[in-house]
């Protein structure tokens, strides 16, 4: 698990900072209108967006509240893997060691006693 702690810290503090960078010195608009005018462009949106919401299924299935579930969701839709790296930096912290508790979140115990199917 400590691994996988360190790859998240990395995830968060690089995207922090390409973050910061873009919000610092790009222009949203402009450099959002080159990137639509580009086909690779909206391959790379499109490709992205899909990992969002991939991501996004696994955090509406282990939260348990949800209106916790929707704001991660609504994060990670909008700061994108920023979200996503803290995200799972709090699940491993949360589950203390535990992978089934990381993976399956508020629904490892209802799993594990009912089967998972």
């Known amino acids: 698990m400590k691994i996988a702690k360190i790859i998240a810290w990395i995830g968060l503090l ?3 900072a390409v973050l910061l960078n873009g919000f610092i010195n790009g222009d949203f608009g402009k450099d959002g ?3 639509l005018a580009n086909p690779w ?3 790379s949106i499109v490709d992205l ?3 969002f919401l991939l991501f996004s299924m696994w955090i509406a299935f282990r939260e348990k509240s949800v209106l916790s579930a929707v ?3 609504i994060l990670m839709m909008v700061l994108g893997f920023f979200t996503g790296s803290l995200y799972v930096l709090v699940a491993l912290y949360r589950s203390k060691g535990d992978w089934l508790r990381f993976f399956l979140g508020s629904r490892k115990e209802t799993l594990l006693k009912n089967g998972i199917k």
Request: proline content about 0%; charged content about 5%.
């Open 71 to 73: 704001v991660w969701i």
């Open 33 to 35: 209108g080159e990137l």
């Open 41 to 43: 462009g909206i391959v």
């Open 14 to 16: 690089g995207m922090t």
């Open 49 to 51: 967006y899909v990992g």
